[in-house]
């Protein structure tokens, strides 16, 4: 564990908040910095620098100056209405933009997985093109409806409002909402599916799935 500390003071982006890339939208008010740092001891004003329109505070988890230095950052952040950014990456004031960068860090998450398992679809379809293009048993209602309901929550649409015969391309499905469905579909029948064109349909996926399921328990 590190005992060296820093915390960043400016006017950032909480959805782009990176190490090395703190880009801000506006300077720090320098007059401010200097009044609010002239209220502290000297050694704080020490451990502050500002550069590239923003403040860095660094201060130590030992010593006494790693306080009046982390308070002096946090007021700071209070009263230039700013962020405060932990280590330059994490965003810790204010609340709203703690919450915006997190759902950013989510949704980037989010892609970064389906974009992987469309390559690792991708690959399986190249290692076995007849999979999903060969015949297939014709699945049960139960499986149709089980699949259209995973298409349904993904889209944010009503069961009802889901055609079994159209691609899901056509009924507002992108390429991510089609590997989310293949994806649920997968863990929920512990099956592999080497198809996630948006030409799929309910009644395809429901098929393909009904033979990966046979050929599997014979």
Request: aromatic share 6%; with cysteine.
């Amino acid at each position: 564990m590190s005992f060296f500390h820093w915390t960043c003071v400016g006017h950032f982006d909480p959805r782009t908040v990176w190490p090395g890339d703190l880009a801000c939208s506006r300077p720090l008010d320098s007059e401010r910095v200097a009044r609010l740092l002239a209220e502290y001891p000297e050694d704080v004003a020490a451990h502050v620098i500002v550069r590239d329109g923003y403040a860095r505070c660094d201060w130590a988890a030992l010593g006494w100056v790693s306080e009046p230095v982390h308070a002096f950052a946090h007021r700071l952040a209070r009263e230039e209405g700013c962020l405060a950014v932990e280590q330059g990456r994490e965003v810790v004031y204010p609340p709203e933009a703690v919450r915006a960068q997190r759902e950013e860090w989510k949704r980037y998450e989010a892609e970064q997985r389906a974009r992987m398992q469309a390559q690792k679809l991708e690959r399986r379809a190249k290692a076995q093109p007849g999979v999903a293009s060969g015949p297939s048993p014709k699945a049960p209602p139960e499986l149709i409806e089980q699949i259209r309901q995973e298409v349904a929550k993904t889209l944010d649409k009503d069961r009802g409002q889901i055609d079994v015969r159209e691609p899901l391309g056509a009924q507002g499905a992108d390429e991510l909402d089609t590997v989310e469905v293949l994806m649920a579909v997968e863990e929920a029948f512990e099956v592999e599916i080497p198809d996630v064109a948006a030409t799929l349909t309910v009644q395809k996926v429901a098929d393909i799935v009904a033979g990966l399921m046979e050929k599997r328990n014979r």
